[in-house]
Each structure stands twice: as structure tokens, then as C-alpha cells.
């Protein structure tokens, strides 16, 4: 019912940047957080980056290199990535823990995942 499609990864020398773009096919009546997980091979899956309500969440591997944002009237979340360094090589998740409609359990999204590599 709901598709979150996810566009920008490839692959990067490090030093370089990346847009990670996702798309939701429908807009939602209430929407908790919303940002971007990785999951790196053999390792845990991790926040990258999430806004809920008005604040703005990174970890720290990642912050002052990477940005996220959204653009509501298009239904659409970023990640913007400069600096890319070698560890960041990842698939990467976009989520949303939204409810579609007002009165329901909000419950969380999740894209098909994008793979990212950085490497030389």
C-alpha cells in the first residue's frame, strides 16, 4: 500500500558525495520520524540520520559530513553526503514511522535499500 523508493546510491571514491533520495507513493496523516538507516556487512544496522519532531538527529560518525532533509510537497527525504570515507560503504535505508491515517497506530516504513560503496 505504501512504497518508499529509494534513488542515488553508486558507488564513490572516497573524498567524494552522494544524494540519496526517497520518494513515499502517498502522503500520511501523521508522521513521528523519518530518516535513514545503513546496514554494513556483518554489522548491525544503524541510525544514520532521523528528524522527529523538531529536532534533527545524527550519529556521530556521520555528522558534519552528512545532511538530511525533506521536502514535504513532494513526499520526498534526502541524505546529502560529502566527505564519503570508505566505512560509510553500506546499504542504505530510508524509513518513515508514520500512520496513513489519522486514529492509527503510527508504524514504521521502510525503502527496498540502496547500496552505497565507497571505494578507490
Known amino acids: 500500500q505504501v512504497q518508499l523508493v529509494e534513488s542515488g546510491g553508486g558507488l564513490v571514491q572516497p573524498g567524494g558525495s552522494l544524494r540519496l533520495s526517497c520518494v513515499a507513493s502517498r502522503t500520511f496523516a501523521s508522521i513521528n520520524a523519518l530518516g535513514w538507516y545503513r546496514q554494513a556487512p556483518g554489522k548491525q544496522r544503524e541510525l544514520v540520520a532521523q528528524?522527529?519532531?523538531?529536532?534533527?538527529e545524527y550519529a556521530a560518525s556521520v555528522k558534519d559530513r552528512f545532511t538530511i532533509s525533506k521536502d514535504n510537497a513532494k513526499n520526498t527525504i534526502y541524505l546529502q553526503m560529502n566527505s564519503l570515507k570508505p566505512e560509510d560503504t553500506a546499504v542504505y535505508y530510508c524509513?518513515?514511522?508514520?500512520?496513513?491515517?489519522?486514529?492509527?497506530?503510527?508504524?514504521?516504513?521502510w525503502g527496498q535499500g540502496t547500496q552505497v560503496t565507497v571505494s578507490s
Open positions: 528528524i522527529t519532531g523538531g529536532s534533527v
Open positions: 524509513f518513515r514511522n508514520a500512520a496513513i491515517y489519522y486514529g492509527l497506530r503510527p508504524t514504521d516504513y
